[in-house]
T-cell receptor, first 109, second 118 residues
Framework: GQNIDQPTEMTATEGAIVQINCTYQTSGFNGLFWYQQHAGEAPTFLSYNVLDGLEEKGRFSSFLSRSKGYSYLLLKELQMKDSASYLCAVHQAGTALIFGKGTTLSVSS | AAGVIQSPRHLIKEKRETATLKCYPIPRHDTVYWYQQGPGQDPQFLISFYEKMQSDKGSIPDRFSAQQFSDYHSELNMSSLELGDSALYFC?????????????????FGSGTQLSVL
């Protein structure tokens, strides 16, 4: 099976930088995804890492260390609209994508 | 661009009734996934289909069944509904054909069906 851990809640202010961590335990690792989900809406794809290192995409970056079973999502220049749940999801070979419980980020002015 | 389409958007049923949820994947996507998300919970994987065959099975109750049809749309059939089945049901699709193996699971989600069991 898989264990995916991420903080339940985080708060930050507009313009700030926030890092959301995710640790996982799995076998046959085949990639790690980050999704954003606003309340009542579908998750939307943010980033994908399969090799160690940092993937940058605009204000969002994601980092992966396979040896440590660790990833983080970095959000820069926070905006109010970034208030959402951020889901870490792991793809284990031979199975469907498994989601963590999500981190609810609240951005205040 | 076309997205994943789910119907109905909202559904209200009573206990012990049946419900059928439909999902139309993005054109040329060959894989469909069903997820159940309770209030304040993370999406729980139920079942997936690849090329009309069941691909993987998660925490889908025996009261539920699903299939993928020749046009790649999928239906989730739910019987003997219970109060605990009230949740948001998401369908997602992806394309495995022609993709690097490691990127197979980039999912595109539909807007979901909100099921309320009274």
């Amino acid at each position: 099976g898989q264990n995916i851990d991420q903080p339940t809640e985080m708060t930050a202010t507009e313009g700030a930088i926030v890092q959301i961590n995710c640790t996982y335990q799995t076998s046959g690792f085949n990639g790690l995804f980050w999704y954003q989900q606003h309340a009542g809406e579908a998750p939307t794809f943010l980033s994908y890492n399969v090799l160690d290192g940092l993937e940058e995409k605009g204000r969002f970056s994601s980092f992966l260390s396979r040896s440590k079973g660790y990833s983080y999502l970095l959000l820069k220049e926070l905006q109010m609209k970034d208030s959402a749940s951020y889901l870490c999801a792991v793809h284990q070979a031979g199975t469907a994508l498994i989601f963590g419980k999500g981190t609810t980020l609240s951005v205040s002015s | 661009a076309a997205g994943v389409i789910q119907s109905p958007r909202h559904l209200i049923k009573e206990k012990r009734e049946t419900a059928t949820l439909k999902c139309y994947p993005i054109p040329r996507h060959d894989t469909v996934y069903w997820y159940q998300q309770g209030p304040g919970q993370d999406p729980q994987f139920l079942i997936s289909f690849y090329e009309k065959m069941q691909s993987d099975k998660g925490s889908i109750p025996d009261r539920f069944s699903a299939q993928q049809f020749s046009d790649y749309h999928s239906e989730l059939n739910m019987s003997s509904l219970e109060l605990g089945d009230s949740a948001l049901y998401f369908c997602a699709s992806s394309s495995r054909a022609g993709q690097e193996r490691a990127t197979n699971e980039k999912l595109f989600f539909g807007s979901g069906t909100q099921l309320s069991v009274l």
